[in-house]
């Protein structure tokens, strides 16, 4: 369960979230859509802890992870000492044998030695994707997962983030692409100016992609 009340961040005298509330109860894919400048990385960042709020108070499971939009791969390290360095430094029991697994499962198991430089952006994505999941996450956040990606990568990412959500893992994902939160998301939040302005589900019957895009222009 997430359970977001008051949320309320200043950065100097902007308010990049106003009073928002959110709850997110079930195991469910929650996107986050809206126009930069919306709030949508403050909130996952806030949610995370990397970000600390001026009021206002987040409930989150303990055992969180986070893709962040430009990856953050260790660039002095392969793809295996990547996905594996939180779990060592905690001590994590099976951690090979689990990263082992996901390399497999994301078709990236041949790619484990190699550094993050030669890697392509879908490549990447996936590795960024291995490393959060490593910490055996109850919740997953995720920072525009699909940027830079062409359609088939697009495609693969919906497929193993389904993949993942059937894990029982609830996932909150900020994205500009609204095509692919319709294709994923059980929910999508709009937000606009750090508020929550239309929360709506594309499983409801009557629901026109049209509509949210008229949401993201206005």
């Given at each position: 369960?997430?359970?977001?009340?008051?949320?309320?961040?200043?950065?100097?005298?902007?308010?990049?979230l106003?009073?928002?509330?959110?709850?997110?109860?079930?195991?469910?894919?929650?996107?986050?859509?809206?126009?930069?400048?919306?709030?949508?990385s403050?909130l996952?960042?806030?949610?995370?802890g990397?970000?600390?709020?001026?009021?206002?108070?987040?409930?989150?499971?303990?055992?969180t992870g986070?893709?962040?939009q430009?990856?953050?791969l260790?660039?002095?390290?392969?793809?295996?000492?990547?996905?594996l360095?939180?779990?060592?430094?905690e001590?994590k029991?099976?951690?090979?044998?689990?990263?082992?697994?996901l390399?497999?499962?994301?078709?990236?198991?041949?790619?484990?030695h190699?550094y993050?430089?030669?890697?392509?952006g879908?490549?990447?994505?996936?590795?960024?994707l291995?490393?959060?999941?490593?910490?055996?996450?109850q919740l997953?956040?995720?920072?525009?997962?699909?940027?830079g990606?062409d359609?088939?990568n697009?495609?693969?990412?919906?497929?193993?983030l389904?993949r993942?959500?059937?894990?029982?893992?609830?996932?909150?994902?900020?994205?500009?692409?609204?095509?692919f939160?319709?294709?994923?998301?059980?929910?999508?939040?709009?937000?606009?100016?750090?508020k929550?302005?239309?929360?709506?589900s594309?499983?409801?019957?009557?629901?026109?992609?049209?509509?949210?895009?008229?949401f993201?222009?206005?």
């Amino acid at each position: 369960m997430v359970s977001i009340t008051n949320a309320t961040k200043y950065f100097g005298n902007e308010c990049v979230l106003h009073h928002l509330n959110l709850q997110i109860s079930s195991i469910e894919i929650v996107g986050l859509a809206g126009s930069s400048g919306s709030g949508k990385s403050t909130l996952l960042r806030c949610i995370q802890g990397l970000e600390v709020l001026d009021e206002g108070v987040i409930k989150r499971p303990d055992h969180t992870g986070f893709m962040f939009q430009d990856f953050q791969l260790f660039p002095h390290m392969t793809v295996w000492e990547n996905i594996l360095y939180a779990p060592l430094r905690e001590k994590k029991p099976q951690c090979t044998e689990n990263a082992q697994e996901l390399l497999h499962s994301l078709e990236i198991f041949s790619q484990k030695h190699i550094y993050p430089q030669r890697l392509s952006g879908g490549q990447k994505q996936r590795v960024a994707l291995a490393r959060a999941l490593m910490m055996d996450p109850q919740l997953l956040l995720c920072d525009e997962p699909t940027s830079g990606l062409d359609r088939g990568n697009i495609r693969s990412v919906v497929q193993i983030l389904k993949r993942v959500h059937e894990k029982g893992v609830i996932l909150l994902i900020a994205s500009h692409d609204l095509d692919f939160l319709c294709n994923l998301c059980h929910r999508i939040l709009m937000m606009r100016y750090g508020k929550i302005i239309l929360d709506v589900s594309p499983q409801q019957e009557g629901f026109r992609e049209e509509h949210l895009y008229e949401f993201y222009q206005k």
